[in-house]
T-cell receptor
């Protein structure tokens, strides 16, 4: 069975600082992994996804994530935080091998960006 | 990009009444739609998966007679919360994917408040 763990429910960084949001997964099959962002009272927006191929995945808004099979991790990073990055971030793994199948979400990490 | 809408965005109802939430794919045919529930400061919990023209598949612990899901067309799925109670108050989010598509697209969510 698949599962996702996001380490740290709240992360606070200063504007311009590195953003690192941690995600570890468990999957019995090669995983499809996703990062989503959610702004208050809105739905989810896909930041990036890993299916196969290159393990370093670049997404929108300057975010990227690296799939590390040996560490079962898919941490999200951004070199320089902007105030507009403040939001809730969810890591997710696709159940089964399809990338349009059910998604299992992590608990979410709230990113606070301080001026 | 693909757009998914939800209606209404907010609804307040009295305890004991039923509420219908619509999820529409505006520019693609959604062969599969997913319904999620999100409690405050919590992750998304998958409630059910619906395929066009078929009965929905509910996750364990979700009452199918209370949360009625219909996916009658390739662009519309509805979630009806029957005999709503205050504990049903939540943020309900749908997502949609197309056959052979590469990702799920999320709606903006519906805030349900049951008085």
């Amino acid at each position: 069975a698949q599962s996702v763990t996001q380490l740290g429910s709240h992360v606070s960084v200063s504007e311009g600082a590195l953003v690192l949001l941690r995600c570890n997964y468990s999957s019995s099959v090669p995983p499809y992994l996703f990062w989503y962002v959610q702004y208050p009272n809105q739905g989810l927006q896909l930041l990036l996804k890993y299916t196969t191929g290159a393990t370093l995945v670049k997404g929108i808004n300057g975010f990227e994530a690296e799939f590390k099979k040996s560490e079962t991790s898919f941490h999200l990073t951004k070199p320089s935080a902007h105030m507009s990055d403040a939001a809730e971030y969810f890591c997710a793994v696709s159940v089964g091998s399809s990338n349009t199948g059910k998604l299992i979400f992590g608990q979410g990490t709230t990113l606070q960006v301080k001026p | 990009g693909a757009v998914v809408s939800q209606h209404p965005s907010r609804v307040i109802c009295k305890s004991g009444t039923s509420v219908k939430i619509e999820c529409r794919s505006l520019d693609f045919q959604a062969t599969t739609m997913f319904w999620y529930r999100q409690f405050p400061k919590k992750s998304l919990m998958l409630m059910a998966t619906s395929n066009e023209g078929s009965k929905a598949t509910y996750e364990q612990g979700v009452e199918k007679d209370k949360f009625l899901i219909n996916h009658a067309s390739l662009t519309l799925s509805t979630l009806t919360v029957t005999s709503a109670h205050p504990e049903d108050s939540s943020f309900y989010i749908c997502s949609a994917s197309s056959a052979g598509g590469s990702e799920q697209f999320f709606g903006p969510g519906t805030r349900l408040t049951v008085l």
